[in-house]
């Protein structure tokens, strides 16, 4: 089978696009970093150099696949984080239309069923709307919780000042998600079009609250002292930006732990709790953690 898979070789892309290559499918992984070539052609996988920006790059590598992952890269750039994520949408729309393309393995997010006030979550759920626009294309949008991946962008402000923090309680429940239990899941959807039908589905790991976590955290990395800080809204918009992030991207993460602090974001996904996705607890990722932990 021909995949083609989009994210480079990132926390998803790698571990998939690796799977695939190795279970002797013919793979192209998109990346917008022409250094990547090697290391996708160390993989056995093919690298298609370009952006997801350009409509007739994305159908010129989409012609002739079985199916195709599909993402919206991060960027922080942009004065309208939503529009530009619903673009990325529409170019996926375009490009898998032109190509012919009839299977589409979509990441989302838990919270993709809030069209607005969810930050970049509510531009996922216009490419969402989007894909499941398109006649005689099966799309199936994997909702993901929350990257254990994301709190190692937290580890200056536990080494620095002994806290984590985030506009949301610290009994809050959270959904969280292994990268590598996407990849595995994506797989699965892309080889088996019996599971891939329309739709979607979310994809957790595990779930534990803010509290659960830094306890977690710190007893791994010996700062026993480590604690969640509940910041406001305002509080945390300001924090953001203290750090450098642009007031666009500021106000998005500001809006989305707010929503998560209201139980909005997570309400359809505990409607409908499914089975959790995979073996990797948020405990099996504290190696992991502290390795990262070590190095910075």
């Known amino acids: 089978m021909q995949y083609v898979i989009a994210g480079s070789l990132g926390h998803i892309g790698k571990p998939l696009a690796t799977r695939l290559s190795k279970a002797g499918h013919t793979v192209t992984v998109i990346s917008s970093n022409a250094a990547r070539k090697q ?6 996988a093919t690298a298609a150099i370009g952006t997801v920006e350009d409509t007739g790059f994305l159908t010129e590598t989409f012609r ?28 996926y729309v375009a ?6 393309v009839k299977q589409v393995v979509n990441l989302s997010s838990i919270g993709a069923h809030m069209i607005e006030n969810c930050g970049p979550v509510s531009g996922l759920s216009q490419v969402e709307l989007a894909m499941d626009a398109m006649a ?13 991946t994301n709190f190692l962008n937290a580890i200056g402000q536990i080494k ?28 699965k ?40 800080i509940e910041r406001t809204d305002t509080e945390e918009f300001d924090d953001l ?7 666009e991207t500021a106000r998005n993460y500001t809006e989305m732990g707010a929503a998560m602090r209201s139980g909005e974001m997570n309400a359809d996904y505990f409607r409908s709790r499914p089975v959790m996705a995979g073996w ?17």
């Open 39 to 44: 290391e996708i052609e160390a993989i056995g």
């Open 64 to 91: 002739g696949a079985d199916a195709i992952f599909t993402m919206a890269p991060p960027d922080y750039s942009g004065s309208d984080w939503k529009a530009w994520i619903a673009g990325i949408g529409r170019n």
């Open 95 to 100: 490009a898998i239309t032109s190509a012919g």
């Open 136 to 148: 005689g294309v099966n799309v199936r949008h994997l909702r993901a919780g929350y990257f254990y």
């Open 160 to 187: 620095n000042q002994g806290i984590i923090t985030g506009n949301y309680m610290a009994d809050l429940k959270m959904v969280l998600v292994h990268p590598a239990d996407i990849a595995d899941i994506a797989a």
């Open 189 to 228: 959807a892309l080889e088996d079009e019996s599971y891939l039908g329309r739709g979607f589905s979310y994809i957790a790991s595990d779930e534990k609250t803010p509290a659960e976590i830094v306890a977690m955290i710190g007893k791994a990395t010996g700062r026993l002292d480590l604690r969640w």
């Open 241 to 247: 930006l203290a750090i450098g992030l642009s007031e």
């Open 280 to 296: 990797r607890s948020f405990e099996s990722f504290m190696p992991d953690f502290v390795a990262a932990y070590k190095t910075y």
